[in-house]
T-cell receptor, first 115, second 111 residues
Framework: DADVTQTPRNRITKTGKRIMLECSQT?????MYWYRQDPGLGLRLIYY???????NKGEISDGYSVSRQAQAKFSLSLESAIPNQTALYFC??????????????FGPGTRLTVL | DAKTTQPPSMDCAEGRAANLPCNHS???????VYWYRQIHSQGPQYIIH?????ETNEMASLIITEDRKSSTLILPHATLRDTAVYYC????????????WGAGTKLIIKP
């Protein structure tokens, strides 16, 4: 079984709809992240969480919210989806490794299309 | 925040060494250099990271110049499965431990 799973893998929705993307991990990591990726570009950080009680905004948090339900679960919500939120969304986890950030482990991604 | 510069694309013959350059001239003394790759829209995969010394693991080698302003990722015997976008990332200096991703280098391994 995959260490980091994302559901759904693909989603097509309409403008104004509320959407939730879910992420689960079995790696036992405290840190979890949500990224989005637009075609031809690198990943941009939306939100991240260092533990269950910790939520932090990333580079592009506007229009998104998150919930850390447990150490293993981190959900991303689009309260009212708009077409420019069409993108590939990745969840990632990491553990602290010495003084540097530990490597991040990524899920398979969710392809979201907002019509 | 330290930024990285990578060529947008490179080719390499199968079986040869692939050398991917990265410039990070504004890197700070305690910032690490990370390399990830992404195969065809899959989740990115960690390859290697380093601070000052050269590093090697089962996937690749990382060569960091003495002044730390640039680095090279080396895939010693490239295979077709190494075709991917390779990202060179420098960790930001503040406590947020964020990774700032550029557009990366599209490496195409040719038979």
């Amino acid at each position: 079984d995959a260490d980091v799973t994302q559901t759904p893998r693909n989603r097509i929705t309409k403008t104004g709809k509320r959407i939730m993307l879910e992420c689960s991990q079995t790696k036992g990591h405290d840190r979890m992240y949500w990224y989005r990726q637009d075609p031809g570009l690198g990943l941009r950080l939306i939100y991240y969480s260092f533990d269950v009680k910790d939520i932090n905004k990333g580079e592009i948090s506007d229009g998104y919210s998150v919930s850390r339900q447990a150490q293993a679960k981190f959900s991303l919500s689009l309260e009212s989806a708009i077409p420019n939120q069409t993108a590939l969304y990745f969840c990632a986890t990491s553990d602290l490794l010495g003084q540097g950030v530990g490597e991040q482990f990524f899920g398979p991604g969710t392809r979201l299309t907002v019509l | 925040d330290a930024k990285t510069t990578q060529p947008p694309s490179m080719d390499c013959a199968e079986g040869r060494a692939a050398n991917l350059p990265c410039n990070h001239s504004t890197i700070s003394g305690n910032e690490y250099v990370y390399w990830y790759r992404q195969i065809h829209s899959q989740g990115p995969q960690y390859i290697i990271h380093g601070l000052k010394n050269n590093e090697t693991n089962e996937m690749a080698s990382l060569i960091i110049t003495e002044d730390r302003k640039s680095s090279t990722l080396i895939l010693p015997h490239a295979t077709l499965r190494d075709t991917a976008v390779y990202y060179c990332i420098v960790r930001v200096q503040d406590s947020n431990y964020q990774l700032i991703w550029g557009a990366g280098t599209k490496l195409i391994i040719k038979p």
